[in-house]
């Protein structure tokens, strides 16, 4: 199994900016890619960013000039950096990994519980 836990998200006013972290562990043979991913309530989640293991990167249009995805130092790790941040950034921000346990298994999705990130004057 793999777990994965975010950490980073809160409150902060318009314009501003807040880092979010997203560790994966567990039964880890590799992973292809993380990204994060967005929910507010009544809408579907929605893709914000994802990197590959090679570093390719994708961004929403939304996002595009304002956040910012990377490997972090530790194993494992991504981090999102938001900038500028605007109200409508405000959902539940999921970490998502996409993994394999062993050499023979399949690439699967892994979640994590979500981190809120409120953008409010």
């Known amino acids: 199994q793999v777990q994965v836990v975010e950490s980073g998200g809160g409150s902060v006013q318009p314009g501003g900016s807040l880092r979010l972290s997203c560790a994966a562990s567990?039964?880890?043979?590799?992973?292809?890619?993380m990204g994060w991913y967005r929910q507010v309530p009544g809408k579907e989640r929605e893709l914000v960013a994802t990197?590959?293991?090679?570093?390719?990167?994708n961004y929403a249009d939304s996002v595009k000039g304002r956040f910012t995805i990377s490997w972090a130092n530790a194993q494992n790790t991504v981090d999102l950096l938001m900038n500028s941040l605007k109200p409508d950034d405000t959902a539940v921000y999921y970490c998502?990994?996409?993994?394999?346990?062993?050499?023979?298994?399949?690439?699967?999705?892994?979640w994590g519980k979500g981190t809120l990130v409120t953008v409010s004057s």
């Open positions: 567990g039964t880890i043979f590799s992973i292809s890619a």
């Open positions: 990197i590959t293991f090679s570093g390719n990167t």
């Open positions: 998502n990994v996409k993994s394999r346990t062993g050499i023979r298994s399949p690439n699967r999705d892994y």
